[in-house]
């Protein structure tokens, strides 16, 4: 069966930081994967999504950055972490449309 | 552009009630759409899908309807419990037809 994972599931960084987090798919080859964000409260904004290695499309502007370095693992990274990078990091990955997701990642910038 | 969105941000509703939750898309062009619900501090979980060539998919508990028409999904919850309560997004998948694009979620609260 495939499986996801996403970690750490929280974490504390203090503004202009360094951010990187680790997403890996098992029993699936060759996966969409994704990175959403979820601010609290709010919908779920897709960020990244990468339909194969080293192949990373990015939906909006922002201070993040994706890299796909094998092909079921996904990072999510930031060089500076803003104020307003705080939120909720959902890993997913899909075959054939739908998407099955990670238990996510609490970043709060301090 | 592309956009999917919920009708109302909140629905309270009894035990043993039938749920509605309804969703408005804006691309014509999507042509497969998916319910998830997602519990508190966890990620989002399939609940139901429907393609574009049909208008009605039954489920456990839960039937989705797609009115191509006037661009209008919706998801019903028979006989609502307190383990339904949570944030339930509908999702289309984009242009490209790579991603999925998330609405902004309405949160059931059902009451004992």
């Known amino acids: 069966s495939q499986t996801i994972h996403q970690w750490p599931a929280t974490l504390v960084q203090p503004v202009g930081s360094p951010l990187s987090l680790e997403c890996t798919v098992e029993?699936?080859?060759?996966?969409?994967l994704y990175w959403y964000r979820q601010a609290a409260g709010r919908g779920l904004q897709l960020l990244f999504y990468?339909?194969?290695?080293?192949?990373i499309s990015s939906e909006v502007p922002q201070n993040l950055s994706a890299s796909r370095p094998q092909d079921r693992q996904f990072i999510l990274s930031s060089k500076k972490l803003l104020l307003s990078d705080s939120g909720f990091y959902l890993c997913?990955?899909?075959?054939?449309?739908?998407?099955?997701f990670g238990q996510g990642t609490r970043l709060t910038v301090v | 552009g592309e956009s999917v969105g919920l009708h109302l941000p909140t629905l309270s509703v009894q035990e043993g009630d039938n749920s509605i939750i309804n969703c408005a898309y804006s691309n014509s062009a999507s042509d497969y759409f998916i319910w998830y619900k997602q519990e508190s501090g966890k990620g989002p979980q399939f609940i139901i899908d429907i393609r574009s060539n049909m208008d009605k998919r039954q489920g456990q508990r839960v039937t989705v309807l797609l009115n191509k028409t006037v661009k209008h999904l919706s998801l019903q919850i028979a006989a609502t419990q307190p383990g339904d309560s949570a944030v339930y997004f509908c999702a289309e998948i984009n242009q490209a037809g790579t991603a999925l694009i998330f609405g902004k979620g309405t949160t059931l609260s059902v009451s004992s």
């Open positions: 997913a990955w899909s075959v054939r449309g739908e998407a099955f």
């Open positions: 029993g699936t080859s060759n996966p969409n």
């Open positions: 990468s339909v194969g290695i080293g192949q």
